[in-house]
């Protein structure tokens, strides 16, 4: 047997005590405490594979049973790691932030309750995109999900760690409407409308009376989501748009500025992604295909992997939804605007509902193959991403690809870059793909990503997610008023969590037991 990884204040006798507690409350088949339990808990894209050990995995399937979990780590002071499926990759996947906590897995947890009047699912933690698609289905309900480039993960993880889809619903975070929650001291609460004992308004009004909670419980360690209404899309009567090349770096800048007031005025209501021709390879083909030579490719590499797969420098799909005669006349002014700023090509696309769908992220279709890009170097692949959010600006945005393309050219990494089109923001996504089995280049990962952290902080930039690693590091460059938010946030979770039981660390905040622990 491996060493155990303790929990801050445990010894082993203490560990098998809690976990006697474990068991005799949940069953010996919810409780996972064997080396390979750990492994199966333990981050595959992981730069250290020292780092984020979970001593240990429980899995409740009712919330009764969330409860009499947390109330065993607040008697023993043990930390509990709430995921819902655990596929969070990039991001530390299903493995704690603290070395020694518990993962409360709840991806056991998975009833779906539809209203198809309203169009409001409700939905326990451990409902993935396939789950819910299939169910969709199922039940000839006519909705369309927004399905993240990993769509192996659950509806409730994706939206709680602010990830995006494709659709006009692509920011899932905002389809939240009501939460239940388990907060760390085992209390149940109900947000929004879903504070009245019958409460047929809960999924449709998120506000509620009073002060609204829903995004507290957003990339915080304050609880435990335990169900979730969220808002789907009705299938639209049309789907139109184009997949537009660009053939030169420098053309993203007139591509911000042209799709940005489209997107503001809600032309477009989709966000669409700028993504660089490797974003569109590493899918497609491996690098050992094209040079065996270190450091970042050549412009001539580049070019010959463009003309093979006939991609630009620069991608991007801008997509259309809802009535057909609304979208044709959009569509002539996203081709005018387009043939405009000179792309090099111009792919028309259209759907009518009752045609056969494209099975792809602009339809809501779960897919896994965007995951393929790990396999860019060979050997045991993984990646994790550097993404500040920067303004929605053609210049700013030129400015920002030229310091990271230096930055990526330095380290010697193959620069995969997307800009993702929010309401007023881009988020600037920069992939670091890697080959866990080539030491030499994995030393380089940490040293890179710190570099581009201090890069965006100097420009105002941060971070709108981040791997476990850096949590601290990226929590600091929030850093306004002596770090006056990060201090609101603390006394927020001394006051629910008083005895730092719940995710110690997540986003950069530490109960006060644990402070110590942090940046360690
Ligand atoms: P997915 O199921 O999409 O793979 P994860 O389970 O990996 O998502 O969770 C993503 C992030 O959200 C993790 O940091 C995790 O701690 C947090 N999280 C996930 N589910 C819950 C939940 N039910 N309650 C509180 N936090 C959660």
Redesign the pocket.
């Known amino acids: 047997m491996e060493e155990l990884p303790l929990p801050p204040g445990f010894d082993a006798a203490k560990v098998q005590q809690a976990m006697r507690a474990f068991v005799s409350a949940l069953g010996q088949d919810k409780v996972f405490l064997e080396d390979e339990d750990r492994i199966a808990y333990h981050d595959k894209f992981a730069i250290d594979d020292t780092h984020h050990l979970p001593l240990g995995a429980v899995a409740p399937t009712t919330v009764e049973e969330v409860q009499a979990a947390v109330k065993i780590a607040n008697q023993y002071l043990l930390p509990l ?8 990759l990039g ?4 493995a704690p932030l603290l070395s020694g906590s518990v993962v409360l897995d ?1 991806s056991r947890m998975k009833k779906i309750e539809f209203d198809p009047e309203s169009g409001v699912v409700t939905l326990e ?1 451990g409902v993935g995109f396939y789950d819910l698609y299939d169910y969709l289905k199922q039940h000839d309900l006519p909705f369309w999900l927004s399905t993240p480039g990993n769509s ?3 509806v ?3 939206a ?2 602010r ?1 995006v889809g494709y659709t006009p619903y692509g920011e899932n975070t905002k389809n939240i409407c009501g939460l239940e929650v388990v907060l760390p001291t085992g209390e149940v609460v109900r947000t929004g409308m879903g504070a009245f004992p019958k409460a047929p308004t809960w999924g449709v009004y998120p506000f509620g009376f009073g002060p609204g909670w829903d995004q507290m ?1 957003v990339q915080s360690n304050f ?4 169900k979730a209404n969220m808002w789907l899309m009705p299938e639209p009567e049309s789907l139109m748009g184009m997949d537009v090349e660009f053939d030169k770096p420098e053309d993203l800048k007139a591509m911000v500025d042209t799709i940005g007031p489209l997107r503001r005025e809600r032309v477009l209501t989709q966000s669409p992604s700028i993504g660089n021709w490797l974003r569109a390879a590493a899918v497609v083909t491996r690098r050992n295909e094209w040079t065996d030579k270190p450091g970042a490719l050549s412009d001539d590499v580049i070019d010959a992997i463009r003309k093979k797969f006939n991609i630009g420098w620069w991608g991007v799909s801008l997509r259309l939804y809802g009535r057909e005669e609304i979208n044709k006349a959009a569509y002539k002014v996203l081709e005018k605007a387009m043939n405009d700023i000179k792309p090099m090509l111009i792919k028309p696309t259209s759907w009518v509902k009752g045609q056969p769908k494209e099975h792809s992220g602009w339809t809501g279709t779960p897919m896994t193959f965007p995951m393929q890009n790990v396999n860019w170097y060979g050997g045991r692949g993984g990646h994790i991403g550097f993404s500040p959010i920067i303004p929605q600006d053609g210049t700013k945005a030129l400015e920002q690809f030229n310091r990271t393309y230096s930055r990526y050219k330095e380290y010697g990494m193959d620069y995969q870059g997307s800009f993702a089109f929010g309401e007023r923001h881009l988020i600037n996504v920069n992939a670091m793909i890697f080959d866990k089995d080539d030491a030499e280049k994995m030393k380089r990962i940490d040293p890179f990503f710190r570099a581009l952290v201090k890069d965006a902080e100097e420009m105002g930039y941060g971070e709108y997610r981040t791997h476990l690693d850096y949590m601290d590091l990226v929590a600091k460059t929030y850093s306004w008023g002596g770090g006056a938010l990060n201090r609101l946030n603390e006394k927020v979770k001394d006051a629910l969590d008083p005895n730092g039981i719940l ?1 110690p660390g ?1 986003s950069g905040i530490w109960p006060n037991r644990l402070r110590k622990e942090r940046g360690q």
């Open positions: 790691w709430p995921i819902s499926r655990g596929k969070n991001y530390g996947g299903n709840l933690p192996w993960g659950s409730i993880g994706n709680l760690d990830g419980f609880g435990i989501v335990t995710a997540k």
